[in-house]
């Protein structure tokens, strides 16, 4: 008969289900589909052997889930997207840092944590779209102007409640402060033609309807309504090329602090910056690579080329208390 504490230990393992990984094998926690995923690390296995496991959920559950399993942790690995959920996980605790000169090599720092605890993994910008049948391209030029008189009633936003808005926000806050921000986002709202959205394609298909005539929105969202649709009356508009450039995010990647096989998670990271699986990361989910080495998608650099702001993504974090604060203030619900 086995002791007491190896035959607890052995029970509380088969209650997680058989959690216990093998030296061979990396778990992810994912916020991102399945099917957005899983044909990487298939590759990944195909050319290692090593097996990946991933659980795909929310980013708050899945947070949560690993900081309540504290020492106890199955995560390796926490993929999601928007620097603004990165840095709250590492404001949690539930990351460590991962210390790879091929990351850096691969990943430009604007693109990483400064503590080293999570990396891009590939980009996207929320840039404006706008009706091809009501607004002339000449009529854009800044995600600022959209405050001016000229857009009234015409404006389509989604929720601030999610955070990519709330990295928008907080990227304007960083570039004009407090104050020019907060009068730049009551603008956008006074402009608004009906009430916010709750995701990106509902403005998208607000614009084609009529309900309005322009808007913000990540760029892979268009993409997919644009590959369901090639006729879609709406385009994608780069603003703020005269200044600091388009405003750019990511999904990215982060070692758990209590990470089974730190080892093992940190070579697939590694891969994951590379060539190889930054094209194919990046052409499945209709964004562009992190790694400035590869090349967008043909589909994706159709829309054509930009200047992106240099601004760290982290700070879509640091200053996300204060977005949100602003935002609520502002009336964006």
């Known amino acids: 008969m086995l ?21 061979d094998e990396v778990v992810v926690y994912s916020s991102r589909i399945d099917e957005l995923i899983k044909p990487v690390f298939d590759a990944y296995t195909a050319s290692t052997g090593v097996k990946i496991k991933f659980i795909t959920d929310k980013e708050a559950p899945l947070m949560q889930r690993i900081k309540a399993e504290g020492d106890n942790g199955v995560a390796d690995l926490l993929l999601t997207v928007d620097a603004g959920n990165l840095w ?26 400064s503590s ?18 009501r607004v002339k391209p000449e009529e854009l030029s800044t995600y600022e102007a959209l405050a001016d008189k000229q857009w009234e009633g015409r404006l389509c936003l989604r929720t601030a409640k999610k955070v990519y808005n709330q990295s928008l926000t907080a990227t304007l806050i960083e570039t004009h402060g407090e104050a020019k921000t907060d009068q730049i986002v009551k603008g956008w709202v006074n402009n ?30 268009y993409g997919r309504m644009h590959k369901q649709n090639p006729q879609l009356p709406v385009k994608i508009f780069w603003p703020n090329q005269g200044d600091r450039g388009v405003h750019v995010n990511l999904s990215g990647i982060g070692l758990t602090k209590h990470a089974p096989h730190p080892e093992a998670a940190k070579k697939l990271v590694e891969w994951m910056t590379g ?39 982290e700070i879509a974090g640091k200053r996300q208390a204060e977005a949100i604060r602003l935002m609520d203030r502002a009336g964006w619900n």
């Open 3 to 23: 002791p007491r504490k190896p035959l607890l230990a052995a029970l509380a393992l088969t209650l997680l289900g058989g959690t216990a990984q093998a030296a």
């Open 192 to 221: 608004l033609s009906t009430d916010v959205f709750s995701d990106d394609n509902a403005v998208i298909q607000a614009i084609e309807a009529g309900q309005c005539d322009v808007g913000v929105v990540n760029t892979y969202y």
């Open 116 to 133: 080293h605890e999570w990396t891009g993994l590939s980009l996207r910008a929320r840039t404006i779209i706008y009706s091809t049948e």
């Open 275 to 313: 060539e190889e699986a930054q094209k194919l990361f990046a052409d499945i989910n209709q964004e562009f690579p992190a790694n400035p080495k590869v090349k967008p998608s043909d589909e994706v650099a159709a829309w054509g080329s930009f200047k992106a702001d240099s601004i760290p993504v």
């Open 88 to 113: 709250q996980a590492e404001q949690m605790g539930i990351l460590q840092p991962i210390k790879s000169d091929l990351i850096d090599q691969n990943i430009p720092p604007q693109y990483r944590a």
